[in-house]
């Protein structure tokens, strides 16, 4: 049998990493800025992490959804903890669009409702209501059901108004990234997300902040609309939660009433990844990640700005779009081959950056050193 042949792969193979660096298996060091797609928030082989998920393997590494498991509950406290979520309600699952297929069904049981508002630019997952919300016809399937879902120009106060005057009693609910990620890093502005707030709150609309990508620390809050202020009625997240174990989970508001059976999955809140979670958790508050991720954030989209050949830098903490004006792919190969840089990119020509939160400043420097060099050869 052979692999499904569905990501194009640099002929690399990487055999070991720590913290912000990683090795192939010829002992070349790279310097690793994407994380695997945000997934590594504490850097890799974090000695915490490694002896927590260590000794519960050693103890127990799953049991069914049918036992009590304290460690969910302990996850939930320091979840509600660490997001200042305390009141909320967690149900944990196993990737993003798992989380926001759950929030959107979550939020139709609620109001009883069909149509859910999606953006522009918007990346919610592949399986079927999250890649209906998805901006990319590519990957929704005739068998995907787009037809309640109402796509909207993003950051557009006006078009928003304008569809809750006109059916705002059909809305159920109302899914955005407060940094859309595959979308380009574009940052919902704050006043966009204060008005979305208020019209969720006029229409009885349930507020779905995707925060699988630009949550978990990463904008140097832990959700992103905690900038605007902004509580929503349901966050969803993944990625960063499990440093790289399938883990994932909805934070939802009290108002929501759940009954047994309601929502589901076998591996869900299995004991490793609760392990993995509550690892995560204690390291970026013991290492005080998102003040790091705030910090080397704000170097590097100041020091990026002050870059000539670069068209604009967009992001906050450590979610950065650079937005550069010739082709990508040769920059980023030149960054990866040359220099030994993981990067990611958007379309159409966006560098972006998704490095671990405690990322260092001489790793941020030896990035710029080598994009100038990059961009100026
Ligand atoms: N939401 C956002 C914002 C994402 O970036 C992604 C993954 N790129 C997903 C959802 C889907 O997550 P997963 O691949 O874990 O299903």
């Given at each position: 049998?052979?692999?499904?042949?569905?990501?194009?792969?640099?002929?690399?193979?990487?055999?070991?990493?720590?913290?912000?660096?990683?090795?192939?298996?010829?002992?070349?060091?790279?310097?690793?800025?994407?994380?695997?797609?945000?997934?590594?928030?504490?850097?890799?082989?974090?000695?915490?992490y490694v002896q927590r998920l260590t000794d519960q393997l050693h103890k127990i590494g799953f049991y069914s959804n049918s036992v009590e498991i304290p460690l969910q509950s302990q996850l939930a406290e320091l979840l509600g903890k660490v997001s200042g979520?305390?009141?909320?309600?967690?149900?944990?699952?196993?990737?993003?669009?798992?989380?926001?297929?759950?929030?959107?069904?979550?939020?139709?049981?609620?109001?009883?409702?069909?149509?859910?508002?999606?953006?522009?630019?918007?990346?919610?997952?592949?399986?079927?209501?999250?890649?209906?919300?998805?901006?990319?016809?590519?990957?929704?399937?005739?068998?995907?059901?787009?037809?309640?879902?109402?796509?909207?120009?993003?950051?557009?106060?006006?078009?928003?108004?304008?569809?809750?005057?006109?059916s705002g009693n059909e809305i159920s609910a109302v899914i955005i990234e407060g940094i859309q990620g595959v979308g380009g890093i574009r940052v919902a502005t704050e006043s966009f997300l204060q008005k979305l707030r208020s019209l969720c709150d006029q229409y009885n609309a349930v507020y779905i902040a995707d925060s699988v990508q630009c949550g978990y620390g990463r904008s140097g809050k832990f959700y992103s609309h905690d900038f605007a202020g902004v509580e929503a009625d349901i966050y969803t997240m993944a990625k960063g939660m499990g440093n790289g174990f399938p883990v994932a989970g909805i934070s939802i508001a009290p108002k929501f009433k759940p009954w047994h059976g309601m929502l589901g999955t076998t591996f869900g809140g299995n004991h490793l990844a609760c392990a993995a979670a509550v690892a995560v958790l204690e390291v970026i508050e013991n290492d005080k990640l998102m003040e790091n991720a705030r910090t080397i954030g704000s170097y590097l989209i100041e020091e990026l700005s002050k870059l000539d050949k670069i068209c604009e830098v967009r992001g906050r903490g450590l979610m950065i779009g650079i937005d550069l004006p010739e082709e990508l792919s040769h920059v980023k190969k030149d960054l990866l081959f040359k220099h030994h840089i993981f990067t990611g990119e958007s379309k159409p020509n966006v560098l972006r950056l998704l490095p671990a939160l405690n990322l260092k400043r001489e790793h941020a420097d030896r990035f710029l050193d080598a994009l100038n060099k990059t961009l100026n050869q």
């Open positions: 049998m052979k692999l499904f042949d569905v990501y194009p792969l640099n002929p690399i193979e990487i055999t070991k990493g720590q913290g912000s660096l990683v090795w192939d298996n010829k002992g070349q060091e790279y310097l690793d800025l994407y994380g695997g797609h945000a997934v590594i928030s504490i850097g890799h082989t974090h000695p915490h979520k305390a009141d909320n309600q967690l149900f944990l699952c196993n990737s993003g669009a798992e989380a926001n297929e759950n929030a959107l069904k979550l939020a139709s049981f609620y109001n009883g409702r069909k149509k859910v508002i999606a953006f522009k630019g918007a990346f919610h997952g592949r399986t079927s209501l999250a890649v209906s919300c998805t901006d990319n016809p590519k990957i929704v399937a005739p068998v995907n059901q787009t037809e309640n879902i109402i796509f909207l120009p993003h950051n557009d106060e006006t078009a928003l108004e304008r569809i809750f005057s006109e």
